[in-house]
């Protein structure tokens, strides 16, 4: 249940999943040959921030999740709507792209489909979130308190420091770790009853977080770092946010309603996106269309729409089990 306060929150995920959708219509767009105008510039922008974006509105509510449900809880609920969900679109996902290959751009195989330690295409998401909220957790249960400090520290050790593996699994988990945890650190800090005040007391012009947006993000163009070229996308990725949190929050006191709807569904979204925008190229591509304004506007569109039909039918029908599963409530009616 959203605050008043944080009312925004669903907002900022329905910018942030449009985004998503659309970087991934690009870039499928421009892997399948038809080239997208200044793409490299637009890709660059959109993945600076797009998903350091959710791993910082997570970041937001676990140490609430904590007090309520303490580290094992939380670990069982993620369970539910993280690893679950994994699994389910994963396999299903990968076994239409296995079928469909030749009509994709997807050249996936069974065996990497079944592979389920190896996270596959947007999956990785859900995978290294779930990472994240058990190493958030197990600090937690030895040092409580100490969660904040200790979690920003190592995620910023994390985040600066390299380690390239042997395994090619666990390098590439953990470089997508390294990249997103201190990000749902800072989601934490945001949410910290001083930063949460003076936040609240001091809210910064849409104007100004819109310049400082630009002005950051034609700096990581322009390739100028400051201090350094990880220096500068974390500030870049974090003044991003801070820009979507304001346009956020413009959004929700104009209570424009279907980028709170997109929000409200971005799981859902996330995890059928793929297919939807996907197929609807491939049926443009079939129907001999090829203009690419034609493909970016029907692909986002698809990608976004039709996941929420998905989902409102699965509701009518009473599909309970497609998105999450009680998972954790089996588990402790048994302890």
Known sequence: MRTEKTAWVDYAKGIGIILVVYGHVIRGLENAGISVPYFNEIDTIVYSFH???????????????????????????????????????????????????????????????????????????????????CITCLIYHYTKKGLLTIGLALALIAYYQSLPMEIYVVDYVYSKLSSHWVYFMLGMLYQHPSIKAFAQSTRIPLVIACALFVFIQVLLLKEIYILSERTTQLIAAVTSILFVIELSKASCNLNISVIKTLGVSSMEIYLIHILTGSGARVILFRLGIDEVYTHIIIGTIAGLAIPIAFKLLSQHFGLKYLFKAPISNLFLRTT
């Open 51 to 133: 998903m350091p974006l959710f791993f910082f509105i997570s970041g937001m509510f676990v140490q609430q999740s904590l007090d309520n449900r303490g580290s094992k809880g939380v670990i069982l609920s993620k369970v539910d709507t993280l690893v679950y969900p994994y699994v389910i679109w994963s396999l299903c996902q990968g076994m239409i792209e296995v079928a469909l290959s030749t009509y994709t751009n997807g050249n996936a195989t069974l065996v990497e489909v079944l592979s389920l330690w190896d996270p596959r295409a947007q999956f990785w998401f859900l995978y290294v979130l779930f990472t994240t909220f």
